[in-house]
Structures are given as structure tokens and as C-alpha cells.
């Protein structure tokens, strides 16, 4: 149903004439970026074999917060540090490349812990 509904050519001409209101634009590419992580998110986390709710307990969330992340029920955009908690936790780069917008998000494991940024530009 989704391929069809994606694929309709009606429903692509609707979005191609509306795409010229700038509003309308800035929501559409907004939603196509929320697709694009929440897909990145579910695809770093079924490579690491985590279920939901094994992502969850490594964050200190709640799996119902992973799924509606990687269902969008959750209609924010996620956090750049709750990103990168996902992509050490399931040891995986985020890549999310959309129009526009390319980002990924990896962590490197370091030999040495790295000061806290509020450390780090308190000092002199």
C-alpha cells in the first residue's frame, strides 16, 4: 500500500504544485529528514541485533520512545547528543543523506576519556 501511495502519480503532482508555497516546502523537507533519521536509527539499531527496548535500556529511555522514533509518532527531530548516544550504543554510523541535508553521526571510541565541554572551556 505504502509503495503504492508513494508511487501515485496524482499524489506526486499534489506535491510537486504545492512544493512551489515555500511553507509548504519547508514541512515537506522537514518530514523527509525525520523519515531519513528515523530510518537510520532502526536500520544502526536492527544491524546491532538490539531490540527496542535493549536500544532503550543503553540510552535510559523508554522503548515506547524508540518506537515512536522510529515509527514518527514522535513529531521532533532528534537531538544531535541523542544521536550520537545511538551511535555508540549500537557501535554503528548514523547516515542520514537527504536533499540538502548529509550528516553522519559516528562515535570513536577514545583511549582517554574527553573533558566534559563545560570543563573544558571553564578553563583558562
Given amino acids: 500500500m505504502r509503495d503504492r501511495l508513494r508511487r501515485h502519480p496524482l499524489l506526486e503532482k499534489y506535491v510537486r504544485k504545492q512544493s512551489k508555497d515555500p511553507e509548504f516546502a519547508a514541512h515537506l523537507e522537514r518530514a523527509r529528514l525525520r523519515v531519513a533519521i528515523a530510518r537510520a536509527i532502526k536500520d544502526a539499531r536492527e544491524r546491532a541485533k538490539l531490540t527496542q527496548a535493549e536500544l ?10 524508540i518506537g515512536r522514533m522510529e515509527s ?17 550504543a549500537t557501535h554503528r554510523r548514523l547516515v542520514v543523506d537527504q536533499p540538502g541535508v548529509h550528516f553522519e553521526v559516528t562515535v570513536r571510541r577514545q583511549r582517554k576519556p574527553l573533558l566534559p565541554i563545560v570543563q573544558a572551556e571553564a578553563t583558562p
Avoid at 56 to 65: D, R, Y
Fill in 56 to 65: 532503550a535500556e543503553a540510552l535510559g529511555t523508554t522503548q515506547s520512545a
Fill in 72 to 88: 514518527l509518532r514522535d513529531k521532533r527531530l532528534p537531538s544531535l547528543d541523542l544521536l550520537a548516544r545511538i551511535a555508540a
